[in-house]
């Protein structure tokens, strides 16, 4: 260790960037870099000033030229901004990669919550995504062509004759195969090492052509309908947009294969009770499996909306449980140096970071301050959240007992007309509910990617526009303002040939030569010149 007097502040200690991490901010760190919570959809108080709790809190830096902010206690000028956060009362889809939360759950096993593949394939996937990992596309390309040892192939392989796999002492096990793939794959890539690579190394196009494509077949392959390693039949889902996922219900045949094999759907939010669980239990063992395959194949007519809290519990389950493949696809850097770890959150948001507000700036005109543009996207998902929050309350009411209506007194004409009226209340109830989280789906939807908005704009108004408006294309921020250049005297043209001059000479437009002119002082030197 080194004391104060040994150090030398005027000379710099010499360093340099190993590598860099990309990641997405999780709930926790969107919740311990925030200074504070907005809770006021107000922004401004009758004096024009900015209201404690919203979006212009002064807590996220100065709004005009000279106030002071009252985190770090700077000036506009010298104060960086500090970021804030909205809580959501449920979790939404990303609506960036709500396409992908798709996909994985066309491909997730419901019941056992494995990926729909044979463990065999699985096996071969994940040591082909190991090997690309080190640049090696030849061994990935041969891991592919891997098959149970001492099985006769019925593919009709040339490799490997028929005579050569019947020669074989014992039939060769999954649980063997699996531990024979990975044995082979430490073995190639303990041998590579050897010889200098490392992993992800490699940074040619073939090796990233080659993950892209494997990527595409493994996420293609996964899509059945049945699962390879339950057996069990999977429901149909359906994304609306990118507001909602449906899912369909099962055939009366595949419900009562379901129940002769005794396959029951698990109850993924511990806060509610599968029905399905229950009336398997209750009608258990009711039916042999001759007389489930006699049923209709036809599916059920009940279609329900998927909550994306029941999306996200879903694909934890399949992260800590396809831990390693899910990592090799999805990513498997870590996080200054922490552990690598894939998570499934990263496909839904809790909480909305607000940015500072200097990068919100208000746009003042004489005495009237008009907000910013971003200001009325973030607003939206704070009263829609405060909306969601009062309909989940309304719903509350009718899940107490305390609330049921009371029929003591009453004829049963009467009495049927209260428990119809409070059965209708209760419908409109989680409906307003629905229709609540689905507006909460279209309001963070807005905010981060305005395309993503389904209601239809007026005619001759442009939409909003959102975080990704702000970043992508030529008027974003990476292209405008940091990468773009504004040069003058200078201009562009399209190059093409002319048989009127020679090989050697070029062209210039008469507009170009007339208008395209730079100013020269004169002098003594170039007097002559410039006349």
Known sequence: SLSWDAMDITRAITSHVKSASFSFLTAEEVRSISVRQVVNPVLLDNANAPTEGGLYDPAFGPMRLDDICQTCHMNHFDCPGHFGHIELPAPVFHPLFMNHAYTLLRGTCLY?????????ALAK???????????????????????LRGVPNTDGDEDEPLAQATQAPAAETVPEFVERISSMVRTIIARAEKHGLRRHADKGMATYAARCDLRNVFLKDIL???CDRCSAV?????????????????????????????IKRPNVLLDRTSAQAENATETESTMTLKEARKLSKEAGDHTRVVPPSECRANLRRLFAKEREICALVFGRHPVFGGKA???????FMEVVCVTPTRFRP?????DQTFENAQNELLTKVLNTTFYVRDCNDRAQLFQRKTNYPVLDGLDDGQAVAVQRQWELDRRAAMDALLSAMV????????????????SPQRQGQAATPGVKQGLEKKEGLFRKHMMGKRVNHAARSVISPDVNIETNEIGVPPVFAKRLTYTEPVTVHNYELMR
């Open 125 to 147: 996937y994940t040591a082909q995504f190991r090997l690309l990992e080190y640049g090696l596309v030849d061994e990935a390309h041969k891991m592919a062509s891997e098959q």
């Open 341 to 347: 770890a894939p998570s499934a959150d990263v496909f």
């Open 362 to 366: 208000a746009s003042v005109m004489g």
């Open 112 to 120: 056992c919550h494995h990926f729909r593949i044979s463990s065999m």
């Open 224 to 226: 059945r309908r049945r």
């Open 234 to 262: 999977n429901p149909t889902l359906r994304k609306d947009g990118f507001v909602k996922i449906t899912e369909r219900d099962l055939s009366a045949r595949d419900h009562a294969i379901h129940e002769a094999r005794g």
């Open 439 to 454: 507006q909460l789906q279209v309001s963070v939807n807005c905010y981060i990617d305005s395309s993503k908005n389904p």
